[in-house]
């Protein structure tokens, strides 16, 4: 009786082990919905880091945000498994730099697709999980008269996009956001 009861026990708490790394289903019980855009406003471009942004030895690149085709394109099934309308990049911070088109660059980088995002005109969702970082978070409030003044100058320092980041369970708050129209 007492080896039931123990058995038992351990099988109790392996399903709730297991239990607790799972993604929540999509409202509605639909894959597309994990998936939403409702930006009316073109919001596509990097949004790269005012201040340095680090977790562990990862620091935050940009967060990269697609043009309408390419959220249609995702949302209506069509995957990649290196690029997506919404993603982060990280670069590891330890590793060392190389020249590139664009100057000196690090040699190790993490980019995190989404397992689920909302992009509106004055918000971004996102969640992702990568092999290095474990499950990413980032919400961020955008800031559309920043936008506009950014996009006007093909970029600036200014603060567009103000969020919090959490990845490999470490939380980032205040994480700021400048924009960039990419080459």
Request: hydrophobic share 45%; with cysteine.
């Amino acid at each position: 009786m007492h080896i039931r009861c123990l058995a038992g026990a351990a099988i109790l708490a392996a399903l709730a082990v297991a239990a607790c790394d799972r993604t929540p289903a999509p409202a509605g019980g639909a894959a597309a919905a994990a998936f939403n855009h409702a930006a009316t406003a073109d919001i596509s471009g990097y949004y790269m880091p005012v201040a340095p942004v680090r977790i562990g030895q990862w620091s935050l690149d940009h967060l990269f945000v697609g043009q309408a085709p390419e959220f249609e394109s995702w949302e209506g099934g069509s995957r990649s498994e290196t690029f997506a309308p919404v993603m982060l990049q990280f670069d590891d911070a330890a590793s060392p730099m190389v020249e590139t088109e664009l100057g000196e660059a690090h040699s190790v980088t993490a980019r995190v697709l989404p397992t689920r995002y909302e992009v509106t005109d004055t918000m971004v969702r996102f969640e992702g999980e990568s092999p290095e970082l474990g499950r990413v978070w980032f919400e961020g409030q955008l800031d559309q008269g920043a936008l506009a003044t950014a996009r006007r100058n093909l970029g600036g320092d200014g603060v567009v996009l103000t969020g919090n980041l959490t990845a490999a369970g470490e939380t980032v708050r205040g994480v700021r956001l400048t924009w960039w129209m990419g080459d």
